[in-house]
């Protein structure tokens, strides 16, 4: 409960003065990090189906990251219509964008795609053979049969087909446009 409360104080933005010269005094977002001064320009969402942002400082943003579990809570059904759905918004934008003529990890991934590739440990200019290969192996470590009454594994196994969901439905769109 009390951290609710605290959650809820982040999400009201903080503002500051900054480079105030003797001219106009620009103002600048704050880090929501409770207790943090640094400027927060690194937005991360609030939840894995919330439009919400939080806006971090550089290392409160990496540090969000790491915790957050990206694809708990969704089947993986979901996380493949969700990761589906940043695609078509992002498609426009993307082939406006200076991203054509740029390799994997580049562009050519998604945002979910890299956090799939990120769940699954591997690097972001993975082949879909290493990714079918990585998911074979964390889900069998990670199996439900193996591991009995072990939650971590549960949401482990969960989140790793979640993640090669997001991938092979990637993989499927890709030889469609192939
Ligand atoms: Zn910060």
Redesign the pocket.
Known sequence: MARQQRSDDWGFPRWRPYGAKGRAAARVRL???EG?D?V?DRPAPKAPNSPERWM??E??AAEYNRNWNYFAGLTAEEAARRAADEEAGASAFRKSAHYQWAGPGDGSRSRDEMRALDALGLDTDADFATVRAAYRALAKQYHPDTNKDDEDAATRFQQVQAAYEVLRKAEERKSFKA
Do not use: A, S
Request: charged content about 30%; some cysteine; overall charge negative.
């Open positions: 880090c929501d990090r943090c640094e927060g971090f400082c290392p409160h």
